[in-house]
């Protein structure tokens, strides 16, 4: 089955503590994105990907690593989470050679709570 | 600076009524929209996208949306609305060199019985 799949579902950590948030997709997708909702303000762009080790940032990148070694993988890293980085988490990914232009398919989101 | 305005936070509808939700859109070039719905705790799916050509679009599960250059808008409407229509629904942009995207805030949909 064609899928997006982000792990963990849901975490709890404290400030500062280093975390890291899998993405991984099986449709050899070379597009790959990090969007966080947050009530109100719908989603943004932290980060993409058009390619391995080709990455940049979107709108909201700070606070926040990416890397991208491998087509179908593309972690989120939080190396010292703070409290307004509590958020849910979506990671996408995308048909070839149109990037985000042509249809996003989006994992199940990671619910993340830093205390 | 690109972004997309969704006027209407919430929206209650009878089922079976016709609908339409809201999108305004800032963009400085031709711009790439989209629609996609968030049923509850679930990730988000396309609904339809306009990238040029008949500025009426059809989607999935009966939705259309319609381009206004002139009015920098791209509303979502559905004849007749179903229960299980019931989600949030976002506009999002794409800027022209395919990298970055922008979503809306998000209309959530209430349909009632």
Redesign the interface.
């Given at each position: 089955e064609a899928q997006?799949t982000q792990n963990p579902r849901y975490l709890i950590t404290v400030t500062g503590k280093k975390l890291t948030v899998t993405c991984s997709q099986n449709m050899n997708h070379e597009y790959m994105?990090w969007?966080r909702q947050d009530p109100?303000?719908?989603?943004?762009?932290i980060y993409?990907s058009?390619n391995v080790e080709v990455t940049?940032k979107?709108?909201v990148p700070e606070g926040y690593k990416v890397s991208r070694k491998e087509k179908r993988n593309f972690p989120l890293i939080l190396e010292s989470p703070s409290p307004n980085q509590t958020s849910l988490y979506?990671c996408?990914s995308s048909e070839p050679r149109?990037?985000?232009?042509e249809?996003?398919y989006?994992?199940?989101?990671t619910r993340l709570l830093v205390l | 600076a690109q972004s997309v305005t969704q006027p209407d936070i919430h929206i209650t509808v009878s089922e079976g009524a016709s609908l339409e939700l809201r999108c305004n859109y800032s963009y400085g070039a031709t711009p790439y929209l989209f629609w996609y719905v968030q049923s509850p705790g679930q990730g988000l799916q396309l609904l339809l996208k306009y990238f040029s050509g008949d500025t009426l679009v059809q989607g999935i599960k009966g939705f259309e949306a319609e381009f206004k250059r002139s009015q920098s808008s791209f509303n979502l409407r559905k004849p007749s609305v179903h229960w299980s229509d019931a989600a949030e629904y976002f506009c999002a942009v794409g800027a022209n060199n395919f990298n970055k995207f922008y979503f809306g805030s998000g209309t959530k949909l209430n349909v009632k019985p």
């Open positions: 997006v994105s969007y109100g303000l719908g989603l943004r762009q993409y058009m940049d979107g709108d979506f996408a149109g990037g985000p232009l249809t996003q989006f994992g199940p989101g | -």
